[in-house]
T-cell receptor, first 114, second 111 residues
Framework: EAGVAQSPRYKIIEKRQSVAFWCNPI?????LYWYQQILGQGPKLLIQ????????DSQLPKDRFSAERLKGVDSTLKIQPAKLEDSAVYLC????????????FGPGTRLTVL | AQSVTQLGSHVSVSEGALVLLRCNYS??????LFWYVQYPNQGLQLLLK??????LVKGINGFEAEFKKSETSFHLTKPSAHMSDAAEYFC?????????FGAGTRLAVHP
């Protein structure tokens, strides 16, 4: 069974530029999550999708971050414009249905904002 | 509200020694509890999960954890450390449809 795929693995941009990350969850998983992991901290949930719909985006900085999950499969997370404090690893995860189900994580995208 | 506290950001053990990583949680509803491991430049991998069945949960790679409601703890143990266990370990709680992670404990294993 293929795992959660993410791209790119690494990205370096300058502040005020925009960036997008892509995630392909495990086939058949209805729930998809984006987490932000700042160095030295645990992952923090940014947004959770159930199929096409947003379940929780309470910690997503909506003035600069956006995310979509078209057709209930792939998802894209965008940052525009980026700030220095956005430097982090962005992890995508998926689970079969509810968030109490085991979440499977992708390898992450390491973003450096200069 | 839910929270997780991992005691000790760094733990160092000798190869073959007992591994004990501490996790205390706070949740106003019966929690689901998880331990994940993260190797350098990789995503998180599930070690084990507590879902209110047995209080002693066995996971992969010889790890286990015991749920103690009276102590609000879910400590992770392994009887004998291996060099390949060196990684970062995260405890997480889910009680309100959201996974909350602790800050992590970096485990070092030396010969």
């Amino acid at each position: 069974e293929a795992g959660v795929a993410q791209s790119p693995r690494y990205k370096i941009i300058e502040k005020r530029q925009s960036v997008a990350f892509w995630c392909n969850p495990i086939s058949g998983h209805a729930t998809l999550y984006w987490y932000q992991q700042i160095l030295g901290q645990g992952p923090k949930l940014l947004i959770q999708f159930q199929n096409n719909g947003v379940v929780d985006d309470s910690q997503l900085p909506k003035d600069r971050f956006s995310a979509e999950r078209l057709k209930g499969v792939d998802s894209t997370l965008k940052i525009q414009p980026a700030k220095l404090e956005d430097s982090a690893v962005y992890l995508c995860a998926s689970s079969l249905d509810r968030s109490t189900d085991t979440q499977y994580f992708g390898p992450g995208t390491r973003l450096t904002v200069l | 509200a839910q929270s997780v506290t991992q005691l000790g950001s760094h733990v160092s053990v000798s190869e073959g020694a007992l591994v004990l990583l501490r996790c205390n949680y706070s949740s106003s509803v019966p929690p689901y509890l998880f331990w994940y491991v993260q190797y350098p430049n990789q995503g998180l991998q599930l070690l084990l999960k507590y879902t209110s069945a047995a209080t002693l949960v066995k996971g992969i790679n010889g790890f286990e954890a015991e749920f103690k409601k009276s102590e609000t703890s879910f400590h992770l143990t392994k009887p004998s450390a291996h060099m390949s266990d060196a990684a970062e370990y995260f405890c997480a709680v889910n009680g309100y449809n959201k996974l909350i992670f602790g800050a992590g404990t970096r485990l070092a294993v030396h010969p």
